[in-house]
C-alpha cells in the first residue's frame, strides 16, 4: 500500500487486503445493508466501465451533485478507477451556481442525486452545452437520453472487462495527475476551484494512518458533506486504514442514526457542537430544581478532572469518587445520546470555541479540533491522543512544513497536500504562493511547541477608524458560549468608529427560553422583537464588554428577524457564516447603527 501512487491503487490495494470485511453501511427505506469491499469494487467496475464506454478521458472531470449517500461514494470511486477526476457540487448549490462549476471544470458528464436536482441541470441547460449525460441516482430518465440512470450507466459498464483488467486501467495514472477538482467553501467571496492530485490524497491517507488516531477496527458515521474538503479526506483515511463507514447524509438524520449504529467516531463542524451544548444546557434549565442543580454539580466536577487531565495529572481519591458520580448520573446519559461506543469526535472546517471543547471534555467527551482548507486537502493540522491542546489545531502532519509570515504572522504551509493551483486562475494561484513556494492560508495564528492556534481570517480582522485592530471570531465565540439561545453572531465595525454585532437566535433553544420565562404562544418572529428578549441580550452582551478593551466592546447590536440559514445564503454547506453576504443583506440596519454619531 505505500507505494501506491494513485486513488485508484489505494483503493485496489484496500479490496485485496480485506475483500470480505465490511467496508460500508447505508439506509435503504427504513433499514441499514452493507457493502463488502469486495462488493463495493463490484459495483464501482460497473461505473467506471459505464464512463468508458462513454468515453471519459483521463483527468476529465465528472462531477457529483448529490448529498451524501452510498451512491456518491461509489460514483467517486467509480471515476478515479476510470482514469478521471472527480469535481463536486453541494445539493444547496443554486442552477447558476451549478452551471458555473460545470462549466469551469469543463464537465462532461454530471452524477446527480434525484429528480429535483436533475431539474436544476434541465434549467440552465442552455449554459452548459459541454455536458454530454447526466447520470441520476435515484430518479427517471429523459426521453432524448440526455438523463440516464445510475443502473443505466452500469449495465453500459458490465462487460468492459471481459478482455482487461480493471485493475490496469489505472496503471499509468502517476501521482502528478488530477484527481479532485473541488470548489472552496465560498465563505470569503466566489468558490475557487481547487485542483488536487492524486499525490495529495496518498500522502493525506498516509499521514493520518500515520497518528494512530483512527484502527481498522473502528466505524465511522459519515454525514459531512461530500463536496467538501473535510469530507473527502475522511474517505481517503478509510480505504487506507480500513475501517467501516456508515453514510448518511441527511442531518434531520444523526441523532437517531447514532443510537442505531452506534460509531466509534465521528467527524463534524463546530455548529453541531454548539447544538448540542445549547441543548443541554436549556435542556438542564428547563428541567430546573433538583435536577438542574446535579448538572451543574458534575459539570464542575467534569471541569476539575479535565483541567488535570489538560495538565498531565490525576485526580484525587475524593475528586475521583465524585467524577465517577457525575459520570453515572449525568455524563452517561450524553454518550448514551452518541450510542455508547463512541471514542471521540473530530473537529474541523471553521473555530472551534475552546470554552465549548473544555465543556465536552468535561463530560468525557472527546473532540480532536483540526485545521487545514480545501486548497490545502483539509486534514493540515491535528490534535491526536496523547497529542491533543485544546483551543489549538494540533500540529502539522508529518512533512508539511509551516512558519507564520513576519508583521502579520499569516500562516504559510508547504507540503505534498498543498493544491496545485487554482483551476483557470493563473494569477490568482500566483498571488496565493509565496517566493519560496508556500501556500498563504490567509488566516493568522501563533505556535507554541509545534501546536497551532488559529486567531482568525486576515480578511476578517476589523480595523476600527480608531485603527485598533479586532478580531471578530474571539467575541462571537465568547457570545455564543454565554448565550446558547444565539445561533448566530456577527460581529462588525471595519472602518467604523466602534464594534456592533447582529444576532441570529436559534428557534428551538428561544423557545425553550421564553416558556421558562413566561412567554408562551408567541411566534419566533414576534420574539426577536420582544423586549424580555432584548433585554436579556443586553445583559449578555454588556456582561462581555465589561472584560474587553473599549476599542473591542460592543456598542450597539440588534436580534435580526430570522435565523441566519444556508438556503437563504446566508451560512456555506459547513454552515460558516458568509460574512459579506450577511452585511450586505443587513446594510442599512448596520448603517443605522452608525448615524447617530454615537461612539
Ligand atoms: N479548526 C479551525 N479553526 C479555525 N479556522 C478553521 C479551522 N478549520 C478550518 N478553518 C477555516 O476554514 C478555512 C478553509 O475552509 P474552506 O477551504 O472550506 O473554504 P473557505 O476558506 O471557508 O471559503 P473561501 O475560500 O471560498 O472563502 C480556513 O482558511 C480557515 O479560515
Ligand atoms: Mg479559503
Known amino acids: 500500500m ?13 479490496v485485496l487486503q480485506t475483500p470480505n470485511s465490511e467496508a460500508f453501511r447505508y439506509p435503504v427505506e427504513n433499514r441499514w445493508e452493507s457493502l463488502t469491499w469486495q462488493q463495493t469494487r463490484d459495483r464501482v467496475q460497473d461505473i467506471s466501465g459505464g464512463l468508458l464506454a462513454l468515453g471519459l478521458q ?40 451549478c452551471a458555473f462549476i460545470l462549466s469551469d471544470s469543463g464537465t462532461r458528464f454530471v452524477f446527480a442525486e434525484s429528480d429535483e436536482q436533475v431539474a436544476k441541470l434541465q434549467q440552465v441547460r442552455g449554459d452548459i452545452p459541454k455536458v454530454e449525460k447526466v447520470i441520476v441516482f435515484q430518479g427517471t430518465p429523459s426521453q432524448d437520453e440526455w438523463v440516464i440512470t445510475l443502473e443505466q450507466l452500469s449495465q453500459k459498464g458490465r462487460g468492459q472487462f471481459l478482455s482487461r483488467s480493471f485493475e490496469d486501467v489505472t496503471k499509468d495514472v502517476t501521482k502528478d495527475k488530477l484527481a479532485t477538482l ?16 492524486h499525490d495529495c490524497w496518498i500522502y493525506e ?5 500515520a497518528l494512530n488516531l483512527l484502527r481498522y477496527d473502528d466505524l465511522q458515521y459519515l454525514w459531512l458533506p461530500l463536496a467538501h474538503s473535510f469530507g473527502k479526506v475522511l474517505q481517503m483515511a478509510q480505504l487506507r486504514i480500513g475501517f467501516a463507514t456508515a453514510v448518511d447524509g441527511r442531518p434531520d438524520k444523526l441523532v437517531d442514526n447514532l443510537a442505531v449504529i452506534r460509531p466509534t467516531f465521528v467527524a463534524a463542524v ?23 442543580k446535579v448538572f451543574n454539580w458534575a459539570m464542575k466536577v467534569g471541569r476539575q478532572v479535565s483541567r488535570l487531565q489538560q495538565e498531565g495529572k490525576r485526580p484525587g481519591l475524593l475528586l475521583s469518587m465524585k467524577h465517577y458520580l457525575a459520570s453515572r448520573l449525568v455524563f452517561s446519559k450524553l454518550h448514551g445520546l452518541f450510542g455508547g461506543r463512541l471514542r471521540f469526535f473530530v473537529s474541523g472546517s471553521a473555530p472551534l470555541s475552546a470554552s465549548l471543547n473544555e465543556f465536552f471534555h468535561a463530560a468525557g467527551v472527546i473532540i480532536y479540533e483540526g485545521y487545514g482548507l480545501t486548497e490545502t486537502s483539509a486534514a493540515t493540522f491535528v490534535n ?16 508539511t512544513e509551516v512558519k507564520l509570515a513576519e508583521g502579520d504572522s499569516e500562516i504559510l504551509i508547504k507540503g505534498r497536500g498543498v493544491m496545485r493551483a487554482y483551476h483557470n486562475q493563473p494569477e490568482m494561484t500566483a498571488e496565493t504562493f509565496d517566493s519560496e513556494g508556500y501556500l498563504k492560508t490567509g488566516d493568522i495564528g501563533t505556535l507554541e511547541d509545534g501546536f497551532l492556534r488559529i486567531t482568525d481570517r486576515k480578511k476578517d480582522l476589523i480595523k476600527t477608524s480608531g485603527g485598533k485592530y479586532v478580531a471578530p471570531q474571539a467575541l462571537e465565540a465568547q457570545l455564543k458560549m454565554a448565550c446558547p439561545q444565539i445561533s448566530q453572531v456577527l460581529v462588525h465595525g471595519n472602518n467604523r468608529n466602534f464594534c456592533s454585532c447582529l444576532v441570529a437566535l436559534d428557534p428551538a433553544a428561544l423557545k425553550s427560553w421564553a416558556t421558562q420565562n413566561g ?29 474587553l478593551p473599549s476599542y473591542e466592546t460592543l456598542k450597539k447590536f ?26 450586505a443583506k443587513y446594510k442599512d440596519l448596520l448603517d443605522s447603527f452608525y448615524t447617530g454619531g454615537k461612539d
Open 2 to 14: 505505500h507505494d501506491c501512487q494513485n486513488v485508484a491503487a489505494l483503493f485496489h490495494s484496500r
Open 58 to 97: 483521463p483527468e476529465e472531470r465528472c462531477a457529483i451533485l448529490s448529498g451524501t449517500c452510498i451512491d456518491w461514494i461509489l460514483a467517486d470511486l467509480g471515476i478515479l478507477c476510470a482514469s478521471g477526476a472527480t469535481t463536486t457540487i453541494y445539493p444547496s448549490n443554486t442552477a447558476p451556481e
Open 182 to 197: 473541488i470548489y472552496t467553501s465560498g465563505t470569503t467571496g466566489h468558490p475557487k476551484g481547487v485542483e488536487l492530485l
Open 205 to 209: 491517507s498516509e499521514g493520518i494512518a
Open 270 to 292: 463546530p455548529r453541531i457542537f454548539e447544538k448540542i451544548y445549547a441543548k443541554m444546557v436549556s435542556g438542564a434549565k428547563e428541567k430546573g430544581g433538583w435536577r438542574q
Open 384 to 399: 491526536f491522543p496523547g497529542h491533543n491542546r485544546i483551543g489549538t489545531v494540533g500540529s502539522a502532519l508529518p512533512g
Open 519 to 547: 412567554l408562551t404562544n408567541i411566534s419566533y418572529e414576534e420574539l426577536t422583537r420582544n423586549e424580555k428578549v432584548r433585554e436579556m441580550m443586553q445583559g449578555v452582551i454588556e456582561t462581555l464588554n465589561k472584560t
Open 558 to 583: 440588534a436580534i435580526l428577524p430570522a435565523d441566519l440559514t444556508l438556503e437563504a445564503g446566508d451560512l456555506t454547506p459547513s454552515l460558516k457564516l458568509k460574512r459579506k453576504a450577511v452585511e
